[in-house]
C-alpha cells in the first residue's frame, strides 16, 4: 500500500523568505512522486516530478524538491516565496503504471505582506 | 498541445435534481480521464477513473455515476443529488504509464 502525508496543514510566511512544504511518503516500490499547486476554484497544476532520475528536482515559479529515499520524504522548497505563491499545494505518490495516485491532504501555503 | 475542458464551471441544484458535468481533453488519444471531487476542508477523493471507453472503474461506492461514451469524452452523472454531493469537482486526464495527471479547472457544486 502506498501513503503521503503532508505534516502541515497551513504554513505562512512573509514574503521574501524561504518556504518549506514537509511531504512524507510510504510506498513498497519505488515511487514517483509529484508536488501540484492550486489557486482558489482552480484545476491542479503540476509543479515538479520525480521520478527515479536525479533526487534534486527543478520544478515550475522557483520551487524545486529533493527526494531522500532514507527519510521517505519529498520536501518542496524555494528560497523567496511571493504573494503570487498562495496557494494550496499536494504531495502526490504514485508507484503503478496504472497512474493510480495518492493524493496528501494538501497545505495551504500563507504569504504576508 | 493537450487541453482539458470542464463544465459547468458553477452549479446550483436543489436535493433530489438530477446532474451531469462534462469533460473533454483535446489533442490526444485514448487517454486516461478520472473524476475527483474536493470537499470543503478535505483532500481530493477519486471518484472515478477509465482507461478507455465504455471502461469505468469506481474507487468509492456512491450516489453518482460515470461514462465515457467517446474517447476524449468523460460525464459525471447522478439522478437524484444529495446535499452530501456538494463539492469541487476536478476532470483530469493523463497518457499511459506517465504518472502525471492535468486538470481540468473545476466545476463547484451546491446542493441546496
Known amino acids: ?113 | 498541445s493537450q487541453t482539458i475542458h470542464q463544465w459547468p464551471a458553477t452549479l446550483v441544484q436543489p436535493v433530489g435534481s438530477p446532474l451531469s458535468l462534462e469533460c473533454t481533453v483535446e489533442g490526444t488519444s485514448n487517454p486516461n480521464l478520472y473524476w475527483y471531487r474536493q470537499a470543503a476542508g478535505r483532500g481530493l477523493q477519486l471518484l472515478f477513473y477509465s482507461v478507455g471507453i465504455g471502461q469505468i472503474s469506481s474507487e468509492v461506492p456512491q450516489n453518482l455515476s460515470a461514462s465515457r461514451p467517446q474517447d476524449r469524452q468523460f460525464i459525471l452523472s447522478s439522478k437524484k443529488l444529495l446535499l452530501s454531493d456538494s463539492g469541487f469537482y476536478l476532470c483530469a486526464w493523463s497518457g499511459h504509464g506517465t504518472g502525471e495527471l492535468f486538470f481540468g479547472e473545476g466545476s463547484r457544486l451546491t446542493v441546496l
Not at chain 1, 528536482?57 to 524555494?78: D, P, Y
Not at chain 1, 528560497?79 to 491532504?105: I, K, Q
Open chain 1, 1 to 113: 500500500a502506498q501513503s503521503v502525508t503532508q505534516l502541515d496543514s497551513h504554513v505562512s510566511v512573509s514574503e521574501g523568505t524561504p518556504v518549506l512544504l514537509r511531504c512524507n511518503y510510504s510506498s513498497s516500490y519505488s515511487p514517483s512522486l509529484f508536488w501540484y499547486v492550486q489557486h482558489p476554484n482552480k484545476g491542479l497544476q503540476l509543479l515538479l516530478k520525480y521520478t527515479s532520475a536525479a533526487t534534486l528536482v527543478k520544478g515550475i515559479n522557483g520551487f524545486e524538491a529533493e527526494f531522500k529515499k532514507s527519510e521517505t520524504s519529498f520536501h518542496l522548497t524555494k528560497p523567496s516565496a511571493h504573494m503570487s505563491d498562495a496557494a494550496e499545494y499536494f504531495c502526490v505518490v504514485s508507484y503503478r503504471a496504472g497512474n493510480m495516485l495518492t493524493f496528501g491532504g494538501g497545505t495551504r501555503l500563507m504569504v504576508k505582506p
